[in-house]
């Protein structure tokens, strides 16, 4: 403890002379920030991270906090990733994006890249390079790749803020709470699911378990283990709807087999069956839609190929019939192979978007009814998109809507 008691968690003789502000008022504000944080949560100190990941960097949500950004100097001490954008680098143009909104939203990604932060605007950093290892600390903003980190690639993160993941991105560390404790990491409640399930049952379920265990860390039984993208989806939906920041799933999470990881659990078991996903879907189906949107989060090569074959076998020789777009990671396009399957799709007028998408770029807000296989974008537009709709499907259903 300090001295003078303002604050309880200890700090190196390191540390503390940044909180005093000897190497600058950035990293003094960022430090304060982590000290306030570690405090509020009890933690005892401070820990490495290995990578942060920095959410509210669209122009469209940041509103006032970009004065706060540009103000900050110096380099980021870890590698650090930016989430999504509100319009694509090089085509915001041709999305309708004002010329006004550019010019803030380069100055927004200026500030970002100034501090060292790479600009790969993406919510799948582990899909592009920044993929952590079993038990690396980590400091992520954004949910989905929150759950994604903790309960399929075993590293370690609190589901952070915009302010405290840049914060620990300035000084490399991160309060030691919360998931970053093997303790805190096990699985409290059981949801077993009763039926088999493909593609956007995913995102239906993750939906429900979100809305269902709130803070419980679930542990999901499932028949068969879920694809890579399926649990992409599943991570998203479940941070949508809950405030949980991982689940087990035995044979995905690396330490759901360990010894004593089950102490936690409680009789209370959540059951999840066919019917339950039926009438999800069927709930959630009550309008037409006026444009189709795939990719959140950002679309992985394997599903952008998917995608093309499910266009080539539902509208071969025809455009697209609705306003159809796509959202991935402009890393991910940078493959002379996904760069010719997304040529093919585009040329079915499906227009394939990078560095944004639909919930946090302006560009998508004229529409009332969006087509999805999102559990997320089913959360979230109606809340970040003046009140449209989302209904979701699978992405064969999508891709046939469109036609
Ligand atoms: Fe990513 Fe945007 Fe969805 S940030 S998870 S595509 S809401």
């Known amino acids: 403890m300090y001295p003078d008691n303002r604050y309880d968690m200890h700090l190196t003789k390191e540390e503390e002379q940044i909180y005093e502000g000897e190497e600058g008022w950035t990293k003094k504000k960022a430090m304060e920030i982590l000290v306030a944080i570690g405090d509020i949560n009890h933690a005892s100190k401070l820990i490495q991270i290995k990578t942060a990941h920095v959410s509210g960097v669209s122009y469209k949500t940041i509103g006032e906090a970009f004065e706060f950004i540009n103000s900050l100097e110096g380099r980021v001490e870890v590698k650090s990733t930016l989430n999504p954008i509100g319009m694509d680098i090089e085509k915001w143009d041709e999305m309708g994006i004002s010329k006004e909104f550019a010019n803030k939203q380069t100055e927004v990604l200026a500030a970002y890249k100034k501090l060292g932060i790479s600009a790969d605007c993406t919510c799948i950093p582990y899909l592009i390079g920044n993929a952590p290892g079993k038990g690396e600390h980590l400091a992520w903003a954004e949910s989905s790749a929150v759950l994604y ?233 109606p809340l970040l998109c003046r009140g449209a709709k989302a209904m979701l499907c699978k992405t064969e259903e999508c891709v046939r809507g469109a036609f």
Not at 324 to 353: D, L, M
């Open 149 to 381: 980190a903790n309960s399929v690639l075993g590293a370690r993160t609190n589901m952070e803020g915009a302010p405290s993941a840049l914060a620990a991105a300035l000084i490399g560390k991160t309060p030691f709470y919360g998931l970053h404790q093997a303790e805190n990491r096990k699985p409290e409640i059981k949801v077993c699911v009763n039926c088999d399930l493909a593609d956007a049952d995913y995102s239906a379920l993750g939906f429900m378990i979100g809305d269902l265990v709130g803070d419980k860390i679930p542990m999901i039984e499932i028949p068969s283990l879920p694809s890579k993208d399926e649990l992409k989806h599943l991570s998203a939906a479940i941070g949508a709807t809950g405030s949980v920041g991982m689940y087990h799933i035995r044979g995905i999470t690396p330490e759901s087999e360990a010894e004593g990881m089950e102490s936690e659990l409680s009789e209370e078991k959540i059951e999840i069956e066919k019917n339950d996903l039926e009438e999800f879907y069927a709930l959630s189906r009550t309008r037409e839609p006026d444009v189709i949107a795939i990719g959140c989060p950002h679309c992985s090569s394997r599903e952008l190929k998917r995608i093309y074959e499910l266009l080539k076998t539902g509208g071969e020789g025809r455009k697209v019939g609705k306003d159809f777009f796509i959202f991935t990671a402009r890393a991910i396009t940078q493959n002379n192979q996904t760069q010719r399957i997304i040529e093919k799709i585009e040329n079915y007028g499906v227009k394939v978007i990078c560095d944004t998408c639909f919930v946090v770029s302006p560009a998508f807000e004229n529409y009332d009814c969006v087509l999805t296989n999102s559990g997320k974008m089913q959360r979230y537009v």
